[in-house]
């Protein structure tokens, strides 16, 4: 079904078939499918517990037990570990953050530096710091001294100095204040500008619409919708059978 | 005593103290790194002392009499150790990060018993004195006194090394992957870092700091094969005094225990209202008040956070099954099977001699899985409630010259003592801190005993505990030891039946819900550090029990009873049998038992060959010989 709604020509950069995962003996995700063109923007649309972010975690490398196909360009990257998924042009950015509190804000950054890799947009910590301005003026302040809204953009910051091509970005809007969201909608823009690609994870339905071109709606661990974000919202039934709009 | 003599021993102290913060934190960087309690850490300080031995005998003739012979001797000592951890680290711990906590500890226990082994064969079992360091010998007066060379440089190199630590933590990329590794290393992995690589060179440069110092510890102690036991355990009590993890905790605490020490050998004897009290006996007690004073005012050590949630065996494992258990006709047949054997089996008198043993060592298992399975709790000096108990019932005997009847029943309480003094320490603390900690506290029991001559023998033991005459006297028809066999049977059989009847219990459904999730567990009106309290202490006093009935048949003791083997013995026979089932510990001793006296144990590579075995056990089962039993139970699972 989610095939049939994909622009046809395009090879998207990033395909996953038929994934399954689970948590311990617990089956999470039943056989998803799901594509990322090259330069789009993915919501990953659900309500809490129907298997979004497992979904990102798989990708990552991060689950014990995953079936099924993940192709990053063409490449089966399933069973590789995450430092290779990592170095093959995927960024993850968890949803709890996960800064290391310890370091500093350059200290964070030097983690996530990576060699690039030809085609993928080049991150400098200067190019970082245009991005996000106010990560510029604490360079040498803590991690966990940081409010939730800086450690949320350095935790995408530290993502982009490795270079990626796409992005997993897992639920960016939540727990930050209302401007700091905005920013962050300004900020996958940007990143869709520079030709990066992001599959984000996104239970906000005025967020995932300002920045995405399509959506996939999971329910229960399987894909429930696969289209256009516009067709999402013009038709409010979808949004009202599993978003509870 | 002058106030110069003690100053000259706080020095002393402070020198002791630099090799001790070496080897403390070669292994407080590699669990903060790779979350792996490196049993063989203090084989690995061992080995550095025979390398730099050997290194130094191929440089003398070489550089003969400059200091620069030495220094090269312990820099090549450092980087040959280095290489060996990172061996150890791609052959063995590679493939066990991912296995359940105590797993590692048992891998790297079997590294150990196959370093120690290699050692007698490269070495051989005599003592080797390491040289005098040109330049460095003779002694420099402190207020008059005089105070080794040697020492002085010592004291040196502690915070040298410490701040060069520093540097390279902070200074470099290497250094910042490896604290970020030490907060989350999975999200270091995410961001592309290969763990692998950055494992084992934390890995080598742990090893190499142990090397260094077992190098630097040449001069003052010759290399000789009981270095690795008490290097391990001195490491692991500094390491959780200045908390899992910490560098500047990990110096601070070797300073404190080394001060503390010194100043009880510089106090000497001390007459105080007509009781005149040995302060250096003090010495390895002082260890363990200062480890103690330190968990109760901070549970996580001097600088240490609390730790991410072990993975336990608790959450990898499903819950033992007392339903799954055999019904009661089985057991009943057996025991009467066993009653009528002396009579049956008079014809191979041994028989009955190996049973006493299997009996003996089917409760002390049993005692130990009762605060491992249940009560989620990793002993890792479970040996030492084991010994208290067979000291206890010897020293009723001897010294009190009561009836040996009275040592039995007093003899168990022993090992009551023993777990509630300790266990009142270890249940506040879970996962490798208490492995730790129990760890240390049998190490103490041991070094007690082998010092106190006047009440336990010293390393000769006590000899002549034999049962009473009527236990003795020969049963017609009977094995020789049958009656002694009977008491045993019966004793066992009743310790047995009465753990198992407190499991079923509602104590015992309180203890694995502490186990399961104390947090829960608290808000639904249980003290989960009271349950488990109580839970160790029953389980001393089973340990106890099995000691005394250990020693009477056997008829003399030694220290040997509370080594840390058998600790690590007994661990084995439970992960054996499975800690799935309450008869598993049961047969797991058997098993064990019957094994190892059929081995004999008559070759002298046995540790080796042990070691091998409990490898071959963790890395081809990494989910547990349990996990085995799981998936023929239930083969439907994919």
Known sequence: MSTASLPAAASPILAVSRLCAWYGRAQILFDIDLTLARGEVVALMGRNGAGKSTTLKAIMGLLDRVQGSIRLEGADIRGKPAWHIARAGLGYVPEDRRIFTELTVMENLAVGRQARRSDAPLWTVDKVFELFPNLGRMRNRRGG?????????????????GNPRVILLDEPSEGVAPLIVEQMAAMILDLKHEGLSVLLSEQNPAFAGAVSDRACILEKGQVQFDGSMRSLIDSPEIGRAFLGL | MTLASLLVQL?????????????????????????????????LFMVGVYTAWTAGQWLRPILPGSAGGFWLAVLLSTVVVAALGALLEVLILRRIYRAPELFQLLATFAVALVLRDGCLWLWGPEDLLGPRVPGLTGAIPVLGMPFPRYDAALIAIGPLVLGLLHLVLTRTRFGILVRAATQDREMVSALGVAESRLFTSVFAIGAGLAGLAGALQLPREPANLGLDLPAISDAFVVVVVGGLGSLPGAFLAALLISLVKAACIALGTVELGGFSFAFPRLTLV???????????????????????????????????NAAGAPGRWPWGLLVVGLILLPWLAAGSPYTTVVLVDVFCFSLFAMSLFFIMGPGGMHSFGHAAYFGLGAYGAAIVLKASGWPMLWALLLGPLGGFAGALIFGWFSVRLSGVYLAMLTLAFSQIVWSIIYQWDDLTGGSNGLTGLWPAPWLSAQVPGATANAAYYLLTLICVAIAVLVLRRVLDAPFGLALRAGRDSPQRAESIGINVHAVQWAAFCVAGTAAGLAGVLYAFSKGSISPDLVHVGRSIDGLVMVLLGGVE?????????????????????????????????????????????????????RPSTT
Not at chain 1, 148 to 156: A, D, K, N
């Open chain 2, 11 to 43: 020095l002393g102290g402070l020198a002791g103290a630099s090799t001790l913060f070496l080897t403390s934190a070669g292994l407080s960087l590699i669990f903060g790194v790779t979350r792996v309690v490196n049993f063989a850490h203090g084989s």
């Open chain 2, 286 to 320: 002082a260890e363990f008040l200062v480890m103690a004073i330190v968990l109760v005012m901070r549970p996580y050590g001097l600088m240490g956070r609390a730790a991410a949630a072990p993975r336990s065996l608790a959450t990898t494992l499903p819950a033992e």
């Open chain 1, 145 to 161: 001294e940081m409010s939730g809204g800086e450690q949320q953009m350095l935790t995408v910051a530290r993502t982009l100095m």
């Open chain 2, 581 to 633: 089932a309450l008869a598993g510990p049961l047969i797991g001793a058997a098993a064990f038992t019957l094994l190892q006296d059929t081995a004999g144990r008559s070759f002298d590579y046995w540790r080796a060959a042990t070691g091998v075995v409990m490898l071959l056990i963790v890395l081809v089962f990494p989910q547990g010989l349990a996990g085995l039993f799981r998936m023929r139970r």
